[in-house]
């Protein structure tokens, strides 16, 4: 099964900062991950796919990189709405999420 | 738009087999893979299982003795049963569209909250 290992588990930031978060996989899997970005009380709302291409409709201060087994979202000027909690997924072989990164308001 | 919509028992006992429903509207079933995760209340995402709409079915390996997925594209539905719940069953459960190497979920329900209480 393939592994994935997302970090930091928490982030503390302020509107206007521009945060990244890291998602690890433990063995590679090309460009099959995304991110999602999920509200309380809400269903995960997927940002990315295929580890840098955004969603229609996502705004373009979310962006994602790397390949293999290295994989970063991130947001450049914190907006309000973007205070969630957001997860990696593996879909190269079935699916894996990572832990999930809490990014709250500092 | 493609929308989702789970239904099911809210509240179970230890035991019983927990039966869910996903209907689909806005789109086919046909052509597409389909996925059932969840989450226990503060924690992480779970993948249950997927399964393609002629019927091939993918399982988590760790809650596969307990899982089967099946799908019925007369009504446009695919269904989760879980066999022998506990405790530790007891999450929001959600079905969303995606599935096999190559999809992620791109659409979901508003989930089901499931609990598993004596």
């Known amino acids: 099964d393939i592994q994935m290992t997302q970090s930091p588990s928490t982030l503390s930031a302020s509107v206007g900062d521009s945060v990244t978060i890291t998602c690890r996989a433990s063995q590679r899997i090309s460009t099959w991950l995304a991110w999602y970005q999920q509200k309380p009380g809400k269903a995960p709302k997927l940002l990315i796919h295929k580890a840098s291409t955004l969603e229609s409709g996502v705004p373009s201060r979310f962006s994602g990189s790397g390949s293999g087994t290295e994989f970063t979202l991130t947001i450049s000027s914190l907006q309000p709405d973007d205070f969630a909690t957001y997860y990696c997924?593996?879909?190269?072989?079935?699916?894996?999420f990572g832990q999930g990164t809490k990014v709250e308001i500092k | 738009q493609v929308q989702l919509q789970e239904s099911g028992p809210g509240l179970m006992k230890p035991s019983e087999t927990l039966s869910l429903t996903c209907s689909v509207s806005?789109?086919?079933?046909?052509?597409?893979?389909w996925s059932w995760i969840r989450q226990p209340s503060g924690k992480g995402l779970e993948w249950i299982g997927y399964i393609y709409y002629t019927g091939s079915v993918f399982y988590n390996a760790s809650l596969k003795s307990r899982v089967t997925i099946s799908v019925d594209t007369s009504k446009n539905q695919f269904s989760l049963r879980l066999n022998a719940v506990t405790a530790a069953d007891t999450a929001m459960y959600y079905c969303a569209r995606g599935g096999g190497s190559y999809y992620p979920n791109d659409y979901w329900g508003q989930g089901t909250l499931v609990t598993v209480s004596s």
């Open positions: 806005g789109g086919s079933i046909s052509g597409n893979y």
């Open positions: 997924q593996q879909y190269n072989s079935y699916y894996t």
